[in-house]
């Protein structure tokens, strides 16, 4: 397999850092809606629905609406489901804890993928990636400072939570993606969810003002063209080059977090972060490597 084309990995790097600074916007419009009084299940039902129209355009511009056919409904209702879930926990996360913290403790995903991959799908992992795995439940202790005076606990139990449940989610992504475009796992993601959640608006919504709303518009934006940034990114260039521009969102959530919410960082996220960092890039880089290696092998035994 050839690799691609410099341009094209250089596209996918932008759309991926891209969609970190319109994640981190997402993220903060969800601490600003909330102090207009918008609701939990608000926000989520606004970031599925007004991202739905984006999405639908950009699948009929691109491989057409036919192209979202599926013949594993089930599988893709267990990913709305643990979809769902992880954006209400992570949602709670960032209202709970002021930003630069929250996106730092939601770089854990890899450290809990690599777990589940292990007790639930049963791969081997080695001591490579355990090491790694342990680096950043240090660079979390250092960033939690539990029993110091640090951050409030029951944020940092959803926020913890909230890594586990997306580390479920990418598991789900890497088992559908055998068989199904990202596209379409997009579009059934996205449709599952807004509809439920439409038929429940009337009796849990409420009335907003027009800033409200502009907000709320906004987080459907920022949240859509996130997705499909993401989705893009994956498709023009391996995870191992994309991957490391997550971690540029910490940046912008700790400049956001200044400017919009007077809130800086403490000494202990910039001493936490670049472990936890350290620990999710080098499990990627080793999940790389190794399947790279199997790839090889079996190329040569064929």
Known sequence: ???????RRLFAILLR?????????????VKLAAAHGVTLFESLFYRQALALPLVLGVIAAGPGLGSVKTRRPWAHVWRTVLGMTGMALNFLTYLLLPLAEATVLLFTVPIFATILSALVLKEPVGWHRWSA?????????IVVRPGGGGLVPHGVAVGLLAAVVVSGVSITLRQIGRTESASTTV?????LSAVPFGLAM??????????TFGLLLALGLFGGLAQLALTASLRLAPVSVVLPMDYSSLVWSALIGWLVFATVPSPHLWLGAPLIIASGLYIVYREQKLHREKTTGAVATD
């Open 17 to 29: 850092l891209f969609a970190a600074v319109a994640l981190t916007a997402m993220f903060a419009i």
């Open 133 to 141: 795995v342990m680096l950043g439940f240090i660079g979390v202790l």
């Open 1 to 7: 397999m050839t690799s691609a084309p410099a341009e």
């Open 202 to 211: 009337p009796f849990l919504g409420k009335p907003h003002d027009a800033t």
């Open 187 to 191: 579009f059934w993601f996205t449709m």
